[in-house]
């Protein structure tokens, strides 16, 4: 579909709305079985699937599953093989040796003509294990073209996708998405999708997640309301595909990338119900919450998901976004402080600038990111540091950036690509140079 095709379909979209709902949608009428969900012949002569994100006996509330009615069963294809993962690079990270120093990238290169989604997969670091199903991996993209005939799933865990450029229409086997800058979209784990273009490139994030899948944080005394609101995630209605002849389905099974040569497309579900299913989520609809005293609050009140760990109030991963917001706080140094966290942080921008770090050349700039393993000492730069704190104490309207945070319980190993391209920046300790002694003694 060329590009002007796709924009009229993402515009033209419809949703369902809500978090973890037990959504329920037919592209044709009839096509929902009623009163069962595995009848002897299925309506329409389809045939009926359960994809299950979780084990049959993980609590209703952890639960994950969606019923599918498709044209052929997903069991209809022939035999996998390898092929290259590219720069695709999956847990356990053993290429380099974990890294206590402080990193930061410029953005990717551009990628050669012809590049689509899966081919622009880049891995910049992670941790865990896919094959156990723990930890995360730290992606980017950049793509240049639709995704033509391929079809893209990942067994290893599910993709939380945030576009920095260019938006995406996404095709999946639950029905249509679109994603621009400004929104996330999450594809579970197995689900197949394809990537067409909404603009000549695109470029982003992608947060593997190999653990639990993620969910809304808990408020606890925040109360009822406030931080993501379950109304506004937009979930796809069902749409299929009945095209025949070629199509490559590559499925990313254990770390590695395989492939298979189908004779149709397998997004020809014709209807679906159940909770495992994609969705498309707004960063600025975040009610951020915050302190209108004094003091900056911890960055966990900007956590829109999580993906908790064995360990209670310990994520494996948390997806933070600092929303545009008011800074009121009186006597109060605004920026996020100094400090050093048993979490790892991987920040990414994806537009204007931070209002803790310096933008422009061989800054923190959109498309670029920077890691900051456990216990490495970071905070704002010198810059910003002198800046805020002398600055006139008013209320103050941050608007003018949208940044974002994977944060995850393990440090983060970088990969032998990330430590050694050319956009790694070289000097990003010296922002913190400068900082002068004013220790009075009296």
């Not at 002849?245 to 679906?272: M, Q, R």
């Not at 600025?284 to 900056?296: A, Q």
Request: charged share 20%; aromatic share 10%.
């Amino acid at each position: 579909m060329s590009g002007e095709a796709a924009r009229k379909t993402a515009e033209s979209l419809i949703y369902l709305t809500g978090f973890g709902n037990e959504h329920s949608t037919e592209a044709v009428p009839g096509a929902l079985p009623l009163g069962r969900n595995s009848p002897q012949r299925a309506p329409l002569g389809l045939y009926a699937e359960q994809l299950s994100g979780s084990a049959f006996t993980e609590p209703r509330a952890d639960n994950r599953r969606s019923w599918l009615y498709r044209i052929r069963p997903s069991a209809a294809h022939p035999a996998f093989s390898r092929t290259a993962n590219g720069a695709l690079r999956s847990a356990p990270f053993n290429e380099t040796v974990p890294d206590p120093n402080r990193l930061r990238w410029d953005p990717l290169p551009k990628p050669s003509p012809g590049t689509d989604f899966v081919a622009g997969l880049w891995t910049l670091g992670g941790n865990g294990d896919a094959a156990t199903r723990s930890g995360m991996a730290v992606h980017l993209y950049h793509a240049n073209t639709s995704m033509t005939r391929r079809v893209f799933s990942d067994a290893d865990g599910e993709l939380l996708l945030v576009p920095e450029r260019g938006g995406l229409l996404l095709r999946t086997e639950m029905g249509l998405l679109a994603v621009h800058p400004g929104e996330v979209a999450l594809i579970p784990r197995g689900v197949r999708f394809r990537v067409e273009l909404l603009d000549a490139t695109a470029r982003g994030y992608v947060c593997e997640n190999y653990g639990r899948p993620f969910q809304l944080p808990e408020r606890g005394p925040i109360g009822a309301n406030g931080l993501a609101n379950t109304r506004d995630f937009r979930a796809p209605v069902a749409a299929y595909e009945t095209t025949e002849g070629p199509v490559e389905v590559i499925n990313k099974f254990c770390g590695n990338l395989w492939t298979a040569t189908y004779d149709h497309s397998p997004l020809d579900v014709v209807a679906w119900h159940g909770t495992h299913t994609p969705y498309v989520y707004d960063l600025r609809t975040f009610n951020v919450i915050g302190s209108i005293s004094y003091d900056h609050p911890d960055p966990s009140i900007f956590t829109v998901l999580t993906s908790p760990s064995d360990s209670p109030g310990l994520a494996a991963v948390d997806f933070v976004v600092f929303a545009p917001r008011w800074l009121v706080g009186e006597d109060t140094f605004r920026p996020p402080y100094f400090h050093r966290n048993v979490m790892s942080e991987y920040m990414g921008l994806i537009e204007g600038a931070y209002d803790a770090k310096t933008g422009g050349k061989g800054g923190f700039v959109a498309g670029g990111g920077s890691l900051h393993n456990m216990m490495s000492a970071h905070g704002p730069d010198r810059e910003t540091f002198e800046r805020a704190s002398t600055a006139t104490l008013v209320p103050q309207r941050v608007d003018d950036g949208l940044a974002f945070m994977f944060e995850t319980r393990w440090p983060v190993v970088a990969t032998a690509q990330a430590v050694g391209g050319d956009h790694l920046q070289r000097g990003y300790d010296d922002v913190w140079q400068g900082l002068e002694r004013h220790f009075r003694n009296a």
